[in-house]
């Protein structure tokens, strides 16, 4: 298989799926090393497709529907409320960043869709003993939100407000 036909097969799974497939399964079905992958990966993205990397594996960002920026603030205990009030509402959450004195601009994708995403997250952190991102801040942070329609995001947005989390959204 041409590496040319190789990487239209990695798009091809990667549209396939609604979950984010792992190198190693891509590099499963199409019989090569994980490391082709990687190197896969890095020319498809030079190439304009929109990968992400997800602690679960790659995933092939869509063209995106709705999508709004908002800063939020609340305690660690708060967590799993934020992000289930967000995925029960129909958002997905891209992201989380924060705005540090020092460092700049700090992202990380999150790309959580519902409650199990939430649940196998917050597991994740406390297994590995992290501190969530907000902490650098003073629990301010921003999260990108992708929903369906831009209804879909003001009932979001209204539901993180009436919960005293949003502190404002965003322009972009």
Wanted: aromatic fraction near 4%; glycine fraction near 4%.
């Amino acid at each position: 298989m041409s590496a040319e036909v190789r990487r239209e097969r990695i798009i091809g799974l990667l549209k396939a799926s609604d979950l984010p497939l792992s190198g190693t399964e891509l590099a499963k079905q199409c019989q090569i090393s994980r490391q082709i992958i990687v190197q896969d990966i890095a020319r498809l993205r030079a190439s304009g497709y929109q990968i992400l990397s997800t602690t679960k594996g790659y995933l092939l960002q869509s063209a995106p529907s709705n999508t709004c920026t908002l800063q939020v603030q609340h305690t660690d205990q708060q967590i799993e409320d934020e992000l289930n009030t967000i995925v029960d509402l129909g958002g997905t959450v891209l992201d989380v960043s924060v705005q540090h004195d020092i460092y700049g601009t700090l992202t990380a994708p999150l790309y959580v869709s519902s409650r199990l995403q939430v649940q196998e997250f917050l597991h994740s952190l406390k297994k590995r003993q992290a501190n969530p991102l907000k902490n650098l801040t003073a629990d301010v942070h921003f999260h990108t939100i992708e929903a369906d329609s831009e209804e879909i995001l003001r009932l979001i947005e209204k539901s993180l407000r009436q919960k005293g989390y949003l502190l404002k959204r965003v322009e972009q």
